[in-house]
């Protein structure tokens, strides 16, 4: 057995009637489409129903698989500790997927474990779930998985991961992706609003109406944080494990009267159909953009790329090449060496002043440093070169100013400092849309307290792409 269908839901604990006391009746047509869901799933009766939530334990680098036996929780925290859930887990089904990972080099498993208790995102869809089973049928068991902060890549991965460990134990399974859209749909809204927000509702119900699962992992990570969706990833996991199947898909409904998103849509896989290995052909078209743009690269860039590659590869610091620009070889300055894997930071290191004798051995250098020394990731490894996009940044001279409205987040990079600690952070970045937020991050940073003292500067780049 496989993978006989998937379901796309949201969790607003208000839709629960003893959560939401009667201001359930502003999503019934939410109520509606998941009713009819439940009683899909009902009828499918599976054996195993995993659940992707963006509320269990979740890792920047890991996807964490729930361990044990069993599991409970409750809508305590929502004022309604009466709903209870206990629910057995399908724990070879879940140590099968483990043992996969382990086997693939997949950064996924059970452990990590930081509560063991049922999360709403997983409570609410087990709540109509359960309903629509009633008292007398034996329940599913269920495998509980969270996200984590790797590329969409890679949660696509995970669902072909996880389909794979489906067929191995012969498993009679369907997926439940948990996941609000957007936060931010109306300015009344718990989040406020942003344009994001209202276009990434109708893409990800266009893209899940149709099924067309390849444009999932063309949306941008900036656009979806500026969007603040909370299930992508989960539908993205999902749809990782219909890879290469025909998909039929039916969008049953989309509602933001709250401000915050909620779509629902059935997915039924119908035989195997060779142009739907979405990831092959997303991964094929990346590497020929890579190609491009590092043919396209300018001389910084290709030294830096060069310094990296001959550390990673022969392990040594590479010595300057002969063919330089002059002005590489006679100019003095900071520089930063920034890396992109997917669309997210791989790494990046640079210096503020110059510590070198030119900027090309600066560059040599921070290249070496942002692919290897970056403490807030592993070091990059020989598999990943050629997914990798690398920027340059060299520094103009800094100078002192009094205000943040001196700062235009565009144009010029801003370094903090109080005493020995100094933060800074290079312009134009995604992300990062006003001085406010440029100085904050740039104070945490260095590990300034916002209420201390502290001096600023300011500085312009030359960006090399």
């Known amino acids: 057995m496989s993978v006989i269908a998937a ?7 208000m839709i629960v009637p003893r959560i939401g006391r009667g201001s359930e009746e502003q999503i019934a047509k939410t109520v509606r489409s ?69 086997e693939r080099d997949f950064p996924a498993g059970e452990k990590g474990e930081r509560d063991a208790a049922l999360d709403h995102g997983t409570m609410v869809p087990l709540w109509f779930i359960r309903g629509a089973y009633g008292k007398d049928r034996a ?30 134990v012969g ?16 300015e009344y809204g718990p989040y406020g609003f942003a344009p994001e927000g209202p276009e990434y509702d109708r893409r990800i119900m266009e893209v899940c109406g149709r099924a067309y699962f390849g444009e999932l992992l063309d949306f941008d990570e900036v656009f979806l944080e500026k969007a603040a969706e909370c299930g992508h990833r989960s539908f993205v996991i999902m749809a990782g494990t219909m890879d290469g199947k025909k998909v039929r898909a039916e969008a049953l409904s989309h509602q933001d009267v709250t401000g915050v998103g909620y779509g629902i849509c059935t997915f039924y896989p119908d035989g195997e159909d060779a142009g739907r290995h979405f990831l092959d052909r997303h991964l094929e078209q990346l590497k020929q953009q890579l190609r491009r743009k590092e043919q396209q690269s300018d001389p910084y860039v290709r030294l830096a ?51 070198t004798d030119c900027v090309a051995d600066e560059i040599i250098r921070n290249a070496v440093s942002a692919s290897t020394q970056d403490p807030r990731f592993d070091p990059i490894t020989k598999e990943e070169l050629e997914w990798l996009e690398i920027n340059v940044d060299v520094l103009g001279k800094a100078e002192k100013i ?35 937020q440029q100085v904050s991050i740039a104070l945490q940073k260095a590990g300034i307290r916002e209420e201390e003292p502290y001096q600023m500067e300011r500085f312009e780049v030359i960006r090399h792409r």
């Open 171 to 186: 498993r009679k399974t369907v997926i439940v992706a948990s996941g609000d859209l957007s936060h931010k749909l109306k």
């Open 402 to 436: 009094s205000s943040v409205t001196q700062l235009d987040v565009r144009r010029y990079g801003v370094i903090v400092s109080a005493g020995y600690r100094r933060g800074l952070l290079l312009p134009d970045l995604d992300g990062v849309d006003t001085p406010a």
């Open 34 to 102: 998941y009713k009819r869901v439940a009683e899909e799933i009902a009828y499918l009766s599976p054996e195993t129903i995993i659940i992707l939530s963006p509320h269990s334990v979740m890792y920047s680098d890991y996807f964490h698989i729930s361990p044990g036996k069993r599991a409970k929780g409750s809508f305590a925290m929502f004022r309604a500790p009466e709903v209870r859930f206990d629910e057995e887990y399908d724990t070879e089904l879940a140590d099968r997927i483990s043992l996969l990972a382990q």
């Open 305 to 355: 790329r060069q310094s990296l590659e001959t550390w990673i590869l022969e392990g040594r610091r590479m010595k300057l090449p002969k063919g330089l620009p002059e002005e590489m070889l006679k100019m003095r300055a900071g520089a930063f060496v920034s890396i992109h894997k997917f669309g997210k930071l791989r790494g990046c290191i640079g210096t503020i002043e110059p510590v």
């Open 139 to 168: 329940a599913s068991r269920i495998v509980r998985i969270g996200l984590s902060g790797l590329s969409l890549n890679d949660h696509y991965s995970f669902g072909m991961l996880i389909r794979d460990a489906v067929e191995d």
């Open 7 to 13: 379901f796309m839901v949201p969790h607003p604990p």
